[in-house]
């Protein structure tokens, strides 16, 4: 899934580890990501987050989808910054999935606590 990513994977965001409804990615904050604030964008740091969270449910193999997001941003990002969210799988019932990402920058300092809601996507007809 990750490899077909061209909006994550154009952004620079790397894949650190996905297995088992859990993911690792990473993105470096440069000066084309910094606001009039000279902080991170917020929508920088809700794409890497929701990047982990789709890597974490798609994981289990059939094709999920975010039914739906938010986040909590706990301390700015700067120019520089290598961010990196954990997504880590909370549970899953039916078709749907409740995921929890925690975005660090280096040093292990938080800078945004992120939930997702997943929904498998039925077999294609065929």
Same mark, same amino acid.
């Given at each position: ?69 938010? !986040?909590?941003? *706990?301390?700015?990002? #700067?120019? @520089?910054?290598?961010?990196? =969210?954990?997504?880590?799988? &909370?549970? +899953?019932?039916?078709?749907?999935? !409740?995921?929890? *990402?925690?975005?660090? #920058?280096? @040093?292990?300092?938080?800078? =945004?606590?992120?939930?997702? &809601?997943? +929904? ?7």
């Amino acid at each position: 899934m990750f490899a077909a990513d061209v909006a994550s994977r154009g952004l620079g965001i790397e894949l650190v580890d996905a297995a088992d409804g859990a993911a690792v990615a990473r993105l470096r904050i440069t000066d084309t990501m910094v606001n009039g604030h000279a902080i991170a964008h917020g929508g920088f740091v809700f794409l890497l987050a929701d990047t982990a969270f789709a890597l974490a449910c798609n994981s289990h193999g059939p094709a999920t989808v975010a039914a739906g997001g938010e !986040i909590t941003f *706990v301390r700015p990002a #700067r120019e @520089g910054d290598l961010l990196t =969210a954990h997504a880590t799988e &909370r549970t +899953r019932y039916g078709r749907s999935g !409740i995921y929890d *990402v925690t975005v660090t #920058r280096d @040093g292990g300092e938080v800078v =945004a606590e992120f939930r997702g &809601r997943s +929904r498998t996507l039925p077999p294609a007809a065929g």
